[in-house]
C-alpha cells in the first residue's frame, strides 16, 4: 500500500543578506539581462532573416541522400515519385518500322529482345528511379570483350558496317548510385556538356552498401535519363523537390497524431496529498505509488491501493489529423498537377467523374508522347542501335494505346442512351423538324458516310417493317452499335 512519509518542519531558519556591492552586481546583470532579452523578442518580430522557412524547420539545402531517404522511408513520397511513371506505362508501347504485314529485321532483333528482357519494365523502373534525384540511368552489358570504362567496341566506327554485340544484361541505376565523373568540354563536339564517363556502385548480389562495388563506366554502356529538365539536359529537378515541404509537413502531421495518441490515449494521473497530510508535513513516497501503478499498469491488477494521497486522472488531449493532413495532400496534388482523387489511389479515382478521367488520361497522354517517347524510348533504341545490339531501321514509330478507349460499362450505357434517343425521335416526329441525315450528323455526330449508310438502308426496309417516309427502328438500333 502506498503511503506517506511524515517529515517534521524545522523552526530554525537561516538568513543571508547581500552586501551594497553585490546588490549593485545583480542589479546591473538583471538589467543587461533584460535589455538582451528585449531585443532579441524584437529582433524575432522584426527581423527578416527568421522567416518561415526556419520556423518550420524546412532544410535550406537538399542533396540525392535527403531524396534517398525519404523515398525509401516514406511512401507518401513514394508515391509522389512513382504517380507519373505508372500511369504512363501501364499500357506498353508499339515499336515498328513499317505499317505492311512484312516483318522487319529491326522489328525482329526488336521483338525477341522484349522478350527476352521485358524491357518496357526496365523503362518503366528507369522512369521512376530517375524521379528520385536530378538524373538516372540504364546500364547495357553487351559482349563486346572490353573492359566497362573503355567505348562499346567498334561503336565509332563511321565506315563499313558497325560491329553486331549481343545484349546480355539491363540494370537500372538512380543518381545516388550512379555519378557523373567526367563531362565533354569541348563546344565543338556534338555532345558537349554531356557525361563521357560515369562512377557506378554495382551490387554483387547482397542488400548492404558495403555489397556494393564502385566501377568506372564508359558513357557508350550507359542511355542517361533525367526528367522535369530546366536549363539542363543533363540533370532535371527531382520530382520530391517542389513537394518536399509538404512532405514534411504531412510527416509532422502522421507521426504526431500517433505520438499524441501513444501519450494523450493514456494521459497519466496526478497524486496529491491530503491537505491533512499536508498540514503535518508529510511527503509523498512515491517508490511505493511506483509500485502500485506498475502492478496496475503492467498486470492484473485494477486497483490501487493509497493512504493519505488522491489519484486524479488527467483529461485526454486528443484531436482530429484528418483536416491538417488532408490539406498537405491537396497541395501536393496541385504541386505535382494531379488530380486528388488519382493522388490517393484508384478506388478513390473511381468516384471521379467522366469529364475528369479524360481530363487526366489527356495529361498522361501528352507525357507519354512529349517525354516517355523522345526522351527514354527512343534514346534507349538509338543506343541499342548505336552499339550494334539492334539492326539500324530506316525509320521507326512509337505508339501509345488510346487510353480513352471505352469500357463495356461505358459502351452500353451510351447505347442506351442513343437507343432512347432515337425512340423518342422516331415517336414524336421529330423527323418533320429535323430531317433524318441532319439529326444523325449534328445530333450524334455520326459521321456523314455512316448517316448515308443508315439512310440507304432505311430504303431497302421501309416498306417491310414501317409505312414509307418513316424511319425504321431496326436501323436505328444498328446506328447504336455504329
Request: charged share 25%; hydrophobic share 35%.
Amino acid at each position: 500500500m502506498a503511503k506517506v512519509k511524515v517529515k517534521r518542519k524545522t523552526t530554525a531558519n537561516k538568513k543571508s543578506y547581500l552586501t551594497a556591492n553585490q546588490f549593485k552586481d545583480l542589479k546591473t546583470t538583471v538589467q543587461n539581462t533584460t535589455y538582451t532579452l528585449t531585443r532579441e523578442m524584437l529582433n524575432r518580430l522584426l527581423s527578416p532573416q527568421d522567416d518561415i522557412e526556419k520556423a518550420c524547420n524546412y532544410p535550406s539545402t537538399l542533396t540525392i541522400n535527403d531524396y534517398r531517404n525519404i523515398y525509401n522511408r516514406y511512401g507518401l513520397a513514394k508515391r509522389v515519385v512513382h504517380i507519373w511513371p505508372d500511369e504512363c506505362w501501364q499500357s506498353s508501347p508499339t515499336v515498328y518500322e513499317s505499317e505492311g504485314p512484312e516483318i522487319t529485321p529491326f522489328e525482329k532483333a526488336w521483338e525477341e529482345l522484349n522478350t527476352k528482357f521485358s524491357l518496357f519494365t526496365y523503362l518503366h523502373r528507369a522512369d521512376v528511379l530517375s524521379g528520385i534525384g536530378a538524373y538516372g540511368g540504364i546500364l547495357l552489358g553487351v559482349n563486346d570483350g572490353a573492359k566497362p570504362d573503355k567505348p562499346v567496341s567498334g561503336f565509332e566506327e563511321s565506315n563499313g558496317k558497325k560491329k553486331e554485340h549481343e545484349l546480355i544484361y539491363v540494370q537500372v541505376y538512380d543518381e545516388s548510385l550512379l555519378k557523373i565523373e567526367d563531362i565533354e568540354k569541348n563546344m565543338q563536339n556534338s555532345r558537349y556538356s554531356y557525361p563521357k564517363a560515369y562512377s557506378v556502385q554495382i551490387s554483387e548480389g547482397g542488400l548492404k552498401a558495403g555489397d556494393r562495388v564502385e566501377q568506372r563506366v564508359h558513357w557508350s554502356r550507359i542511355v542517361h535519363l533525367a526528367d522535369n529538365r530546366e536549363s539542363s539536359e543533363i540533370v532535371g529537378v527531382s520530382r520530391l523537390q517542389m513537394v518536399y515541404n509538404y512532405l514534411s509537413d504531412a510527416k509532422k502531421v502522421a507521426g504526431g497524431s500517433g505520438e499524441m495518441f501513444w501519450k494523450g490515449g493514456f494521459p497519466g494521473y496526478t497524486f496529491e496529498l491530503s491537505p491533512e497530510a499536508a498540514e503535518l508535513g508529510a511527503e509523498m513516497d512515491t517508490e511505493s505509488i511506483k509500485e502500485q501503478m506498475l502492478l496496475w499498469a503492467t498486470g492484473t491488477q485494477r486497483w490501487l491501493a493509497l493512504q493519505g494521497v488522491t489519484a486524479k486522472s488527467l483529461d485526454p488531449q486528443l484531436s482530429d489529423p484528418t483536416g491538417h493532413l488532408d490539406i498537405q495532400l491537396r497541395l501536393i496534388a496541385i504541386s505535382m498537377g494531379v488530380p486528388y482523387r488519382v493522388l490517393l489511389g484508384s478506388e478513390e479515382g473511381k468516384l471521379a467523374s467522366t469529364q475528369d478521367k479524360r481530363t487526366w488520361n489527356s495529361r498522361v497522354t501528352r507525357r507519354q508522347n512529349n517525354y516517355c517517347t523522345p526522351m527514354i524510348i527512343r534514346p534507349f533504341i538509338d543506343h541499342l542501335i548505336m552499339i550494334g545490339c539492334l539492326p539500324e531501321p530506316k525509320q521507326y514509330t512509337v505508339v501509345w494505346p488510346d487510353l480513352n478507349v471505352s469500357t463495356e460499362d461505358e459502351i452500353a450505357k451510351v447505347a442506351l442512351n442513343r437507343t432512347d434517343s432515337f425512340s423518342k425521335y422516331v415517336a414524336g416526329g421529330v423527323d418533320v423538324l429535323v430531317p433524318p441525315r441532319k439529326y444523325f450528323t449534328e445530333v450524334h455526330k455520326m459521321s456523314e458516310e455512316v448517316a448515308d449508310a443508315i439512310l440507304k438502308e432505311q430504303e431497302k426496309y421501309e416498306t417491310i417493317f414501317e409505312p414509307e417516309g418513316e424511319i425504321c427502328p431496326l436501323l436505328l438500333a444498328e446506328a447504336v452499335i455504329s
